[in-house]
């Protein structure tokens, strides 16, 4: 959603909900997500599910068919909230650009902030550059260097694109869905549900606490084991981030040409 008025008539918010555009009164108070993970409303399960269980098909084949030409690709998180000369943004944009040239294109939540600076450096240094968004109540749509792009009801939709379509996670500065992000994307590499490929925490004096947290409690309690601390990396190198993931696709070729 987004209070730019550009140009339109009247002004007001707006919200894309798929392929649908809606204005100003027009707009729901509730989004798809809510209405079907909403537990208050059992009445509802059996006449209203059924029809939102082809919705979600359909976003899984409108996901999978736009985006099963891309190249080699890798998934960038990081804060909406992040001003465009805040240090995370700055390194978002030498990431985008250097991943670009490095040859992948670049996946992002297609929102301002961290995501936007991710995909302005990934387009201006001539890659591919991909938002996947989704129908959030406050947050506004694609940013404008996004150059292929998808609106999303669902986050479990979202999510799968995001992991299915990349070789790498890298993680930037953000809040509570930057994290949501972060800690799927380890659980399905520690559960072998997906090959494994490199996380990368970008912003050392950011995430520094959280790893200690990890190590001193997680670690420390026998909840995680030793191993687990490999599958996150942490840097505030780009071309060493760039080169985690290059040498790790290196790595994974080399494996499936011995089998």
């Not at 650009?97 to 040859?103: C, D, F, N, R």
């Not at 902030?113 to 938002?131: D, L, P």
């Amino acid at each position: 959603m987004t209070d730019s008025t550009n140009g339109r008539r009247g002004g007001g918010p707006e919200r894309h909900r798929g392929a649908v555009t809606l204005r100003r009164e027009s707009i729901p108070p509730s989004t798809a997500d809510e209405k079907l993970l909403d537990s208050h409303h059992r009445r509802e399960w059996k006449t209203k599910d059924a029809w939102r269980a082809l919705r979600i098909l359909s976003e899984f084949v409108e996901g999978f068919d736009t985006l099963a030409d891309l190249p080699p690709a890798v998934s960038v998180f990081g804060s909406a909230r992040s001003h465009p000369d805040s240090p995370e943004c700055e390194m978002a944009a030498a990431l985008g650009a250097a991943l670009a040239e490095a040859g992948y294109a670049v996946i992002t939540g297609g929102g301002p902030g961290v995501m936007e600076a991710a995909n302005r450096g990934a387009t201006e240094a001539g890659g591919m550059s991909v938002g996947l968004g989704i129908e959030l109540p406050f947050e506004q749509g694609l940013n404008d260097w996004v150059d292929v792009g998808i609106d999303f009801r669902y986050f479990f939709v979202r999510k799968t694109m995001f992991v299915k379509y990349a070789q790498a996670f890298v993680v930037l500065p953000g809040g509570f869905g930057t994290l949501d992000e972060l800690f799927e994307a380890i659980t399905l590499v520690q559960t072998k549900k997906v090959t494994r490929f490199p996380v990368i925490l970008m912003g050392t004096a950011y995430w520094t606490g959280l790893l200690d947290w990890v190590k001193g409690t997680l670690l420390a309690d026998g909840k995680i084991s030793e191993s687990d601390l490999d599958l996150i990396q942490l840097t505030d190198d780009v071309d060493e981030a760039v080169q985690l993931i290059v040498d790790a696709d290196a790595a994974l070729a080399e494996g499936q040409g011995q089998h």
